[in-house]
């Protein structure tokens, strides 16, 4: 499956942003997806995973609360919202894919990769 994300931007802190991903070359339904984030510097972190259906949902303590995860089938694209960002955001945000029925969050547990898409919080 090819990932293909987009949605991010410059916002000032408090602000929002909806990170999108698209998929495409397999069923989409088939793939529990996630988001991981990579800030200058620093190692690729987990921010949130959704399952096959979106019945079941996970977040990182550090978004938990701003972050909305959710994905629509029909359109193979999986969404990131994102609310009350803070400057401690800004990063690289990748969404990832890897067949299974549950959720996963583990960078290692993913077998494909979008090529990111920029999100800057600024003061």
């Known amino acids: 499956v090819q990932l293909q994300a987009s949605g991010g931007g410059l916002v000032q802190a408090g602000g929002s942003l909806r990170l999108s991903c698209a998929a495409s070359g397999r069923t989409f339904s088939y793939y529990a997806m996630g988001w991981f984030r990579q800030a200058p510097g620093k190692e690729r972190d987990f921010v949130a995973a959704i399952n096959w259906s979106g019945g079941m949902t996970y977040y990182a303590d550090s978004v938990k609360g701003r972050v909305t995860i959710s994905r629509d089938n029909a359109k193979n694209t999986v969404y990131l919202q994102m609310v009350s960002l803070k400057t401690e955001d800004t990063a690289v945000y990748y969404c990832?894919?890897?067949?299974?029925?549950?959720?996963?969050?583990?960078?290692?547990?993913?077998?494909?990769w979008g090529q990111g898409t920029q999100v800057t919080v600024s003061s």
């Open positions: 990832a894919a890897v067949g299974g029925s549950h959720f996963y969050i583990r960078e290692n547990d993913y077998d494909y």
